[in-house]
């Protein structure tokens, strides 16, 4: 298998993320940013991750490629449980990555630019905090966010768990997870798994190179 990946982002940290905890060997393609020809032709969107199956496959949007994971490499599930348990699984993951990642990766952006646009802003870290708020409340007391073993959850929320420290540098709010002390722990107790470490070690090297003044 093929990933189409680069360091700091955080939906193909997540791929490489499911690929590392379930031990599924893949050949790292790093494209240039911003992206070229080159993506374009396996994805329209001109986003990553992409996945390319060992049959020629190409798959992206980085939960679908999850999902093709965990269907064709059932060992190691990242779904274990019942079907509540599986349920309360996905429910954290999505909410990590439409209600904290997604305003997240917007505010980046904005915080950015030159001139900032500070009623979207505001808007945004609205919108974050409630999602925040929903993790806090439902990550378990053990190691992992939910459970004693890594889920998909994990493979969500370490890549936005990492992101949270840069976003605090470029809003100057150093006390964004002063609410959600969980949260805020989480990624020192879920580091403790190799494959979790890896994604936040090749993260923090990403920042380096991409926005030094954030690290
Ligand atoms: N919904 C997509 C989002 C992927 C995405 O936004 N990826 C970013 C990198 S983290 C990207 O490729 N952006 C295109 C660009 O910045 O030009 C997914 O789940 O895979």
Known sequence: ??????????????????LYLKDLPFKPITPAYPFAAEVAKVNPFKRIPILVTSSGEVLYEAAVIAEYLEDHFPHKTLLPGTPRERALIRLLARIAELDVLGPANKLFVLLSKQERDLPTIARLFEKMHAGLAVVESRLGPGDYAIGNTPTLADAWLLPVRFLMEPLKKLSGKTDLLDAYPRFDAYAAKAKQNPALERIWNEMSDGLQDFMPQLV
């Open 1 to 18: 298998m093929q990933l189409y990946t680069r360091p700091l982002s955080p939906y193909s940290a997540f791929a490489r993320g499911v």
